[in-house]
C-alpha cells in the first residue's frame, strides 16, 4: 500500500510496583484533573489528579479488590455526603471499577479543605450496612401506616440495601407496616418526620420487627403528609458486585447510562443504570439478551446504538443490537433487535471499534460487523485474513486483551501482538470471505496481561507487575529499543525483518512474461 517499512516502537517500564499482575490500567479526567489508575494484584494505585503525584509516588486508595483483569469507567454519582455547597445541585463525576467481586467506586470533589475527602480510598459501591455510595430509592410515598393504602415511587435499587416508605401520620397509630418483609439486620433503622428531624431527638423512641418489616412507636407520630419518612435496608435480589463487563450508553444529549453485565450466574442479562447515575440501577431495568447458554461477551457504540456481542454456540445469534425511544410520557425506553447468527466473541477484552466498523476478537480471527446502517440489517465478516494463520492457532484466546489506537487495531496474546491497520487502503481478497480485509502487522516480545489507550499511547500492564508503555513519545532512535526493567535498564534492540509477497497472479498454474524493469524498494535502516 505504499510508504516506507519501519520497525515497530518499542517499549519501556514506568513502574514495577509487585509481582502480582496489573490487572487494569486506566485514565480519566475528573474535575479538569487527570487521574490515572492501576489494579495490581489485590490493590488500587492512583497517581496525578488533584494532589499531582508521580507514578513513582502513587498512592495505594484499595488493598482487597479481587485478583483478576478488572473493567474501568467513568460516569456520574448522586453522593450527596461528599459534595461541597458549590456543586450541591449537581452529580459527581467519578471512575467505577468492577472487579468480578465489588463494584468500586472512586472519585475526589474539587475541594482541598472538605473533610470528607474520598481521595484516600477507593469505596465499594454496594454494602449491606452502609449506602453513603449509591442512590436510596423512595420505594413507596402516602403510604397508610397499616400499608393498605400506598404509592409506589421509585424501584429498588439493585446497588442499595437501603431504601425509604413515606406515611401520612394519622396520629393514632404507633406501628407502621414497610412495604417488604425480611429487613437486613446489619442495616440501621431510622425514622423522620417531613423535615427530616429523626423521632428519636423528640423522644419518640421505636422498635423494630425485622421478620414482619413493621415499626412499633413509643407513642403515634403526628397526623400530616409523608411526614413519617423511615429508611431501612433488604438485600436485592440480584448481586450486581459479580458483574464483569460494562460500557455506557448516551441516551440524546447529557443521559448517560451504565449498562453492566458479565454476571456468572447470569449470563445473558444485563442492567441499565437510571439517569446520570451509575449508582442507581433500578431492579425493574434489565435486559435478557438471548439464549441462556451463550454469555454476553462485551459491547461497541456506533452511529448512536450500541452493539452487545455474545459468545456462540454454534446455531443461536451472537449480535444484537440496541437503540431508544421515548414513550408519551417522555420515559426513555430501550429497543433490542437481534441481528446475526454465527461467529461468536470469545474475550471480553478484546472488543472495538476501528474506523467506525465494530471488531471482535472470534476462534477464526478478528470479525468486523459489516453494514451501513446498525439499524439495519448487518452481517459478520472475517477482517483479518492475512494474520489468521498464526492468530487463530494461539493458545487461551479468552485471555487476549485489545484496544484500538491511532487508527490500528492491537490484539495481545501470549507475548505477541496481532494488528489490524484501519490507516492503509483495505485489500480486497475473496479467500477472506468478506468485502475485504485490513492490512496487517505482527509482533513479537510484548507482554501485556491488561491493556488501555493513555494519553494517545497504548499502555499495558505485565502478568509480573509491570507497567509499561510503548516509546512513540520519543524522537530519538531510542525509540526503538524495549527498556524490559525500570529507569530504562534490560535494554533490548527491537529486531524487525520485512519481505516481499509472492506473487502468484492468483494462481499456481498460470505463468506470465514481464518486461525486466527494475523494482525500487525502499527500507528505512531502522
Not at 513502574?15 to 474535575?31: D, E
Not at 454456540?313 to 431508544?324: A, C, E, I, K
Not at 494474520?387 to 492491537?410: H, R, S
Request: aromatic letters at 14%; a negative charge; glycine letters at 8%.
Amino acid at each position: 500500500a505504499g510508504g516506507i517499512p519501519e520497525k515497530r516502537a518499542g517499549w519501556r517500564v514506568l513502574r514495577k510496583f509487585s509481582s502480582a499482575p496489573v490487572n487494569g490500567v486506566f485514565s480519566a479526567v475528573l474535575y479538569e484533573k487527570t487521574y490515572y489508575f492501576a489494579h495490581v494484584g489485590t490493590e488500587m494505585y492512583v497517581w496525578g489528579g488533584r494532589l499531582n503525584l508521580s507514578i513513582d509516588n502513587a498512592k495505594k486508595i484499595g488493598s482487597s479488590m479481587n485478583n483478576s483483569k478488572s473493567c474501568f469507567f467513568t460516569g456520574y454519582a448522586d453522593i450527596t455526603r461528599i459534595k461541597p455547597s458549590e456543586y450541591a445541585n449537581e452529580p459527581v463525576q467519578c471512575v467505577f471499577v468492577l472487579d468480578g467481586s465489588k463494584y468500586w467506586l472512586f472519585t475526589d470533589v474539587p475541594n482541598e479543605n472538605y473533610p470528607n475527602d474520598p481521595y484516600s480510598n477507593i469505596e465499594a459501591v454496594i454494602s449491606d450496612y452502609d449506602d453513603s455510595n449509591a442512590y436510596k430509592p423512595k420505594t413507596s410515598i402516602r403510604r397508610s401506616p397499616d400499608g393498605t393504602v400506598t404509592t409506589q415511587h421509585e424501584s429498588v435499587n439493585l446497588c442499595s440495601y437501603g431504601r425509604w416508605n413515606y406515611f401520612d401520620g394519622d396520629g393514632t397509630s404507633t406501628v407502621y407496616k414497610l412495604d417488604v418483609d425480611s429487613l437486613s439486620s446489619d442495616y440501621p433503622v431510622n425514622a423522620y418526620d417531613e423535615n427530616m428531624a429523626p423521632y428519636l431527638e423528640q423522644e419518640i423512641t421505636f422498635t423494630i420487627d425485622y421478620t414482619n418489616g413493621s415499626i412499633t412507636f413509643s407513642e403515634a407520630p403526628p397526623a400530616g403528609i409523608d411526614n413519617v419518612r423511615i429508611s431501612f435496608g433488604k438485600k436485592p435480589q440480584t448481586d450486581l458486585n459479580a458483574c464483569t463487563i460494562a460500557s455506557k450508553f448516551t441516551v440524546g444529549a447529557g443521559d448517560n447510562r451504565a449498562v453492566l453485565s458479565g454476571h456468572p450466574k447470569f449470563p445473558n442479562y444485563e442492567w441499565i443504570s437510571a439517569y446520570n447515575d451509575c449508582t442507581y440501577f433500578p431492579d425493574n431495568n434489565y435486559n435478557v439478551i438471548g439464549m441462556g447458554s451463550t454469555a454476553v461477551m462485551g459491547y461497541a457504540s456506533v452511529s448512536g446504538a450500541q452493539v452487545i456481542f455474545k459468545e456462540s454456540d454454534g446455531q443461536s445469534p451472537t449480535v444484537f443490537t440496541r437503540t431508544y425511544t421515548t414513550d408519551d410520557s417522555g420515559n426513555t425506553v430501550f429497543l433490542i433487535k437481534q441481528g446475526c447468527a454465527g461467529y461468536g466473541a470469545v474475550s471480553k477484552h478484546c472488543i472495538d471499534v476501528l474506523a467506525g466498523e465494530p471488531l471482535f476478537l472470534s476462534s477464526s480471527g478478528v470479525i468486523g460487523l459489516a453494514l451501513s446502517d446498525i439499524t439495519q440489517n448487518a452481517s459478520l465478516q472475517n477482517r483479518s485474513f492475512h494474520i489468521d494463520a498464526g492468530l487463530c492457532k494461539e493458545a487461551d484466546l479468552q485471555n487476549a486483551v485489545g484496544c484500538v489506537c491511532k487508527g490500528f487495531f492491537y490484539i495481545f496474546i501470549n507475548g505477541k501482538v496481532y494488528i489490524l491497520d484501519g490507516v492503509q487502503e483495505k485489500v480486497y481478497r475473496a479467500e477472506s470471505l468478506g468485502d475485504y480485509a485490513y492490512e496487517c502487522f505482527y509482533w513479537d516480545s510484548v507482554p501485556a496481561y491488561s491493556v488501555a489507550v493513555i494519553d494517545g499511547s497504548v499502555w499495558f500492564g505485565a502478568s509480573d507487575g509491570r507497567l509499561c508503555r510503548f516509546n512513540d513519545d520519543w524522537t530519538s532512535m531510542d525509540r526503538f529499543n524495549d527498556y524490559t526493567a525500570p529507569d530504562l535498564s534490560g535494554l533490548s534492540p527491537v529486531s524487525a525483518s520485512w519481505a516481499t509477497k509472492l506473487d502468484q497472479d492468483n494462481a499456481e498454474g498460470r505463468f506470465k512474461t514481464w518486461l525486466k524493469k527494475g523494482p525500487q524498494v525502499s527500507i528505512k535502516p531502522y
